[in-house]
């Protein structure tokens, strides 16, 4: 089974992409997502830490209605699922499950009630911040506001345990992992997260990190963000400029979805990223698995790819459909099938019924 606890798809359904061909240059549709075995991922509805908060609960709407409208439009392929059980029997009709999450707590603003809302939507769990502090908690990036949980995140914390909903702690700060770690009467989760001893990022968990969510009986799902994978990654100065204009020309892209101009100059973009920036790739993906392996357990691990909102994936894994590459690698080092089946999406759904089972 293959479940992927982090994509970054609606925001691309924003952007117009249709979820029911074969898009060329995109990470992820529900074509090559049945090419490569996929059985259900969590799409994240990411809001920018700038965008003011009833902005931000408005966008966080607008993607989630788009994907409801993207399973309603391919009925043969995806279906919006709320629980681990609604996956299982998904998975024997061959029907992807689109599980969804949300990325940066800004658009419950500071209102349980909202919170609460997007549950009953579909929302299955939160991850605090993104590359800003915000009402809930200090991020990674800043980490400057409250020291960790603000007293309305530890609020936040409480009901989520309350409502079975997974408390994502990729992009949190180091306060705020260990004030969740110590708060939470459930796994914590970190949806889309790499290893510190491998890679340097402040975005990446430290062993210490991996070893209480293990302890905590929760989970880590490795990203495939090239720059959370290794140190040398677009450090070269012609890379790292093009790095730099290819955000420039994203942002462009962004704004004016609809602008063909605009969709030919993107496209041109990632042809040139996949062919003059070098890539870390599968291997480095496994060493990520290793390690994770080695401090949180086997059955705290599995992938958390950040596919559609990262700008470059590894080398061998250019999009969901090349999933196999990851596995094959995996059973080279040793790793059994029962094992790799726990890393592709076993994990992810046995946290998330322990979640589930803690709110009961």
């Given at each position: 089974?293959?479940?992927?606890?982090?994509?970054?798809?609606?925001?691309?359904?924003?952007?117009?992409?249709?979820?029911?061909?074969?898009?060329?240059?995109?990470?992820?549709?529900?074509?090559?997502?049945?090419?490569?075995?996929?059985?259900?991922?969590?799409?994240?509805?990411?809001?920018?830490?700038?965008?003011?908060?009833?902005?931000?609960?408005?966008?966080?709407?607008?993607?989630?209605?788009?994907?409801?409208?993207?399973?309603?439009?391919?009925?043969?392929?995806?279906?919006?699922?709320?629980?681990?059980?609604?996956?299982?029997?998904?998975?024997?009709?061959?029907?992807?499950?689109?599980?969804?999450?949300?990325?940066?707590?800004?658009?419950?603003?500071?209102?349980?009630?909202?919170?609460?809302?997007?549950?009953?939507?579909?929302?299955?769990?939160?991850?605090?911040?993104?590359?800003?502090?915000?009402?809930?908690?200090?991020?990674?990036?800043?980490?400057?506001?409250?020291?960790?949980?603000?007293?309305?995140?530890k609020q936040v914390v409480a009901e989520m345990n309350a409502l079975g909903m997974m408390i994502d702690l990729s992009h949190a700060s180091d306060q705020t992992f260990w004030?969740?770690?110590?708060?939470?009467?459930?796994?914590?989760?970190?949806?889309?997260?790499?290893?510190?001893?491998?890679?340097?990022?402040?975005?990446?968990?430290?062993?210490?990190?991996?070893?209480?969510?293990?302890?905590?009986?929760?989970?880590?799902?490795?990203?495939?963000?090239?720059g959370f994978l290794s140190d040398d990654f677009g450090k070269d100065p012609a890379e790292a400029a093009l790095l730099d204009e290819a955000d420039r020309v994203e942002a462009?892209?962004?704004?004016?979805?609809?602008?063909?101009?605009?969709?030919?100059?993107?496209?041109?973009?990632?042809?040139?990223?996949?062919?003059?920036?070098?890539?870390?790739?599968?291997?480095?993906?496994?060493?990520?698995?290793?390690?994770?392996?080695?401090?949180?357990?086997?059955?705290?691990?599995?992938?958390?790819?950040?596919?559609?909102?990262?700008?470059?994936?590894?080398?061998?894994?250019?999009?969901?459909?090349?999933?196999?590459?990851?596995?094959?690698?995996?059973?080279?080092?040793?790793?059994?099938?029962?094992?790799?089946?726990?890393?592709?999406?076993?994990?992810?759904?046995?946290?998330?019924?322990?979640?589930?089972?803690?709110?009961?």
């Amino acid at each position: 089974m293959i479940y992927d606890s982090h994509m970054d798809t609606p925001s691309q359904l924003m952007r117009l992409r249709n979820l029911g061909i074969d898009n060329p240059l995109a990470h992820v549709d529900f074509p090559k997502m049945r090419t490569g075995k996929v059985d259900g991922a969590f799409f994240a509805l990411y809001t920018p830490a700038e965008m003011a908060p009833d902005a931000a609960t408005r966008y966080a709407l607008e993607m989630l209605s788009a994907v409801y409208d993207a399973a309603d439009a391919n009925p043969d392929y995806a279906a919006v699922t709320f629980t681990p059980d609604e996956a299982a029997q998904n998975r024997e009709d061959g029907i992807i499950s689109l599980f969804m999450g949300m990325e940066n707590g800004s658009p419950i603003q500071e209102s349980l009630s909202l919170l609460r809302t997007f549950y009953r939507l579909g929302v299955s769990y939160v991850t605090l911040t993104h590359n800003g502090d915000n009402a809930i908690a200090d991020c990674a990036a800043v980490g400057k506001r409250w020291g960790g949980l603000s007293p309305f995140g530890k609020q936040v914390v409480a009901e989520m345990n309350a409502l079975g909903m997974m408390i994502d702690l990729s992009h949190a700060s180091d306060q705020t992992f260990w004030d969740c770690i110590k708060l939470s009467e459930a796994p914590i989760v970190a949806t889309h997260s790499c290893c510190r001893s491998l890679c340097s990022h402040k975005r990446n968990l430290t062993d210490d990190m991996l070893q209480a969510l293990g302890e905590k009986d929760g989970y880590v799902g490795i990203n495939y963000n090239p720059g959370f994978l290794s140190d040398d990654f677009g450090k070269d100065p012609a890379e790292a400029a093009l790095l730099d204009e290819a955000d420039r020309v994203e942002a462009a892209f962004i704004k004016e979805p609809g602008n063909p101009e605009k969709v030919k100059a993107w496209n041109r973009m990632q042809e040139r990223l996949l062919t003059e920036v070098r890539r870390p790739g599968v291997k480095e993906v496994a060493d990520h698995i290793d390690h994770a392996v080695k401090w949180a357990g086997i059955d705290h691990v599995g992938i958390g790819s950040d596919f559609d909102g990262i700008l470059l994936t590894p080398a061998g894994l250019e999009d969901i459909a090349h999933s196999d590459s990851l596995w094959d690698e995996l059973r080279r080092r040793g790793y059994s099938q029962t094992q790799i089946d726990q890393i592709s999406g076993g994990n992810l759904m046995e946290v998330y019924k322990r979640i589930i089972t803690c709110s009961q």
